[in-house]
T-cell receptor
Framework: GDSVTQMEGPVTLSEEAFLTINCTYTATGYPSLFWYVQYPGEGLQLLLKATKADDKGSNKGFEATYRKETTSFHLEKGSVQVSDSAVYFCALSDRYTGANSKLTFGKGITLSVRP | GAVVSQHPSRVICKSGTSVKIECRSLDFQATTMFWYRQFPKQSLMLMATSNEGSKATYEQGVEKDKFLINHASLTLSTLTVTSAHPEDSSFYIC?????????FGPGTRLTVL
């Protein structure tokens, strides 16, 4: 079945540091890929997505590129802020089942940014 | 756009009572909504898929008689935890699908005493 693997956490960075969070996936077919962010005590917010190979999703300074050859969707940000402290989830969905597509999540990784 | 709300955000109830949680898509119609459960410091566990006008599809191991799901309109799905017990205490999150993307509600913290 489909699966998503995220790097182990937690990750602690200083403000303005460069961020990379690794995500690789296993899927049959051509999934859509997502990064969601969860702030303490809240639900998940869509951060960015990509629906086909070589697509780059971007939002709020975060970027991720859909790499079919390496089955990866690594999240990057050039300069993190304290407000970026949260849990980040990588996820995929099977596009062929349309609106009923279930999300397969990675385990999530906690990012803490210190001033 | 694509805002999903949940009500209540927090609920405390006594063991044996039932609790209803509402999930609404505020600015779009959603034929499909999902219900998840999240334990502390863990990822989300899918409980069921809710389709408007039809019975929900439950994941393996989820008791359908305990977690009643109703999706009566294109903007509202409800989850009722029946005869709640302390082990049902958790963070419940819903999502609604717009095209190919799930948008999540803010979650409901259920505490059963």
């Amino acid at each position: 079945g489909d699966s998503v693997t995220q790097m182990e956490g937690p990750v602690t960075l200083s403000e303005e540091a460069f961020l990379t969070i690794n995500c690789t996936y296993t899927a049959t077919g051509y999934p859509s890929l997502f990064w969601y962010v969860q702030y303490p005590g809240e639900g998940l917010q869509l951060l960015l997505k990509a629906t086909k190979a070589d697509d780059k999703g971007s939002n709020k300074g975060f970027e991720a590129t859909y790499r079919k050859e390496t089955t990866s969707f690594h999240l990057e940000k050039g300069s993190v802020q304290v407000s970026d402290s949260a849990v980040y989830f990588c996820a995929l969905s099977d596009r062929y089942t349309g609106a009923n597509s279930k999300l397969t999540f990675g385990k999530g990784i906690t990012l803490s940014v210190r001033p | 756009g694509a805002v999903v709300s949940q009500h209540p955000s927090r609920v405390i109830c006594k063991s044996g009572t039932s609790v209803k949680i509402e999930c609404r898509s505020l600015d779009f119609q959603a034929t499909t909504m999902f219900w998840y459960r999240q334990f502390p410091k863990q990822s989300l566990m899918l409980m069921a898929t809710s389709n408007e006008g039809s019975k929900a599809t439950y994941e393996q191991g989820v008791e359908k008689d305990k977690f009643l799901i109703n999706h009566a309109s294109l903007t509202l799905s409800t989850l009722t935890v029946t005869s709640a017990h302390p082990e049902d205490s958790s963070f419940y999150i819903c999502s609604a699908t717009l095209v190919d993307t799930q948008y999540f509600g803010p979650g409901t913290r259920l505490t059963v005493l």
